[in-house]
């Protein structure tokens, strides 16, 4: 999923600034190596996968860095980063994937009795246990397709603490997520807001650059939803003018 999204945004800048050429760098983080584990005890999602992608892009190895924004910690600084430019928001919700076989009739019927679904995130446990009360909520980690795979193939998630638990009936994702690995086709069911409110940021796309690299931050500008929003308004490059007085500013320090 990170890899579709990174190329999304390579495509809009190649379309959008003449002359660039993109390369993209993929990284691994601590998140996408340890398939197992629960993200808190790498620094919750941020550290597990932010945190090492962020000190790339500080160390200058980086020009920009995409994330997920439900992915950012909203509770720290970040000191030389700043966010240039975001997708347009993809539909934010959370949806049902059911296990070949199973039909939402017959899970909705039981209210989840003797079934599991799996999920890593402690909000989704929460209004499934509510919605559901007596399925079971297991730890369930990977990337959207390789999730939707063990739920197809009735693998088993491997716990930290040894063991494992499943197979998985059902699963609780992003659908945004599934629509960008192409795997849409698979929502069971759409939870509307009233049953599960969706993380912070889910469905967004950021685009993180170093707060100093004014060229850069010109060009993941170019094309967003910000600089369109100012156009909309009738000011037209404002948001492109705004950025390069704050550039001549910092210049003027140093």
Known sequence: ???????????????????I????????????????SKLLPHGGKGGAFVRQIREAVVAGSLHAAMHSLKDMP????????????????????????????????????????????GTNAVRRA???????????????RGAADTRVRKLDHLELQRLPEGGAVGPADALIMARSGLERVGLASRIAYEFPVKEMLPAVGQGIVAVEC?????????????????????????????????????????????
């Open 21 to 36: 050429s993109v390369e993209i760098v993929k990284f691994e983080t601590t998140g996408d190596t340890d398939q197992t």
């Open 126 to 140: 929460a209004y499934a246990r509510r919605l559901f009360p007596e399925v079971e909520i297991i730890h369930y």
């Open 210 to 254: 170093a707060a100093r690299d004014w060229e850069m931050r010109l060009q993941v500008l170019k094309g967003s939803p910000a600089e369109r929003l100012y156009q909309r308004l009738g000011f037209r490059g404002a948001g492109e003018d705004s950025l390069r007085r704050q550039m001549v500013w910092d210049r003027a320090r140093v």
């Open 74 to 117: 909203g509770n720290e600084d970040t000191p030389g980063l700043v966010i240039g430019a975001t997708l347009s928001r993809d539909p934010p919700g959370d949806v049902l994937v059911l296990r070949p076989g199973l039909s939402i009739d017959a899970f909705r019927r039981a209210r989840g009795k003797g079934f599991k679904i």
């Open 1 to 19: 999923m990170a890899l579709a999204q990174t190329e999304e945004i390579a495509r809009r800048l190649a379309l959008r600034v003449p002359g």
